[in-house]
């Protein structure tokens, strides 16, 4: 069965800039369907961005030019490069497939 981890949260300027990871093990695994979704304190989680099943990356308006994702299947591992960082990106981000997910990476934008 496949688990995945996060890692890369950090606590960083507004504007600035963080990696994240979410790296699988597992026999089987593709990068392609992997999500990410972030959770601020008291909201719904909220999806960032994926790899899609064709193996391209997608993003919401909202992570359009600032979120590069891409992935590494030797590695079984998915990064999304995340730039220009605003306080309101402030939450727990998580990595989703299918119905596994990670436990999450803290990232905190300082105003």
């Known amino acids: 069965q496949v688990q995945l981890v996060e890692s890369g949260g950090d606590l960083v300027q507004a504007g600035g800039s963080l990696r994240l990871s979410c790296a699988a093990s597992?026999?089987?695994?593709?990068?392609?369907?992997v999500e990410w979704y972030r959770q601020a304190p008291g909201e719904q989680p909220e999806f960032v961005d994926k790899?899609?099943?064709?193996?391209?990356?997608y993003y919401t308006n909202a992570a359009k030019g600032r979120i590069t994702i891409s992935g590494d299947n030797a590695k079984k591992t998915v990064y999304p490069h995340m730039h220009s960082l605003k306080p309101e990106e402030t939450a727990v981000y998580y990595c989703?497939?299918?119905?596994?997910w990670g436990q999450g990476t803290q990232v905190t934008v300082s105003s």
């Open positions: 597992g026999s089987i695994f593709s990068i392609n369907g």
């Open positions: 790899i899609n099943s064709l193996g391209m990356p």
């Open positions: 989703n497939q299918d119905t596994v």
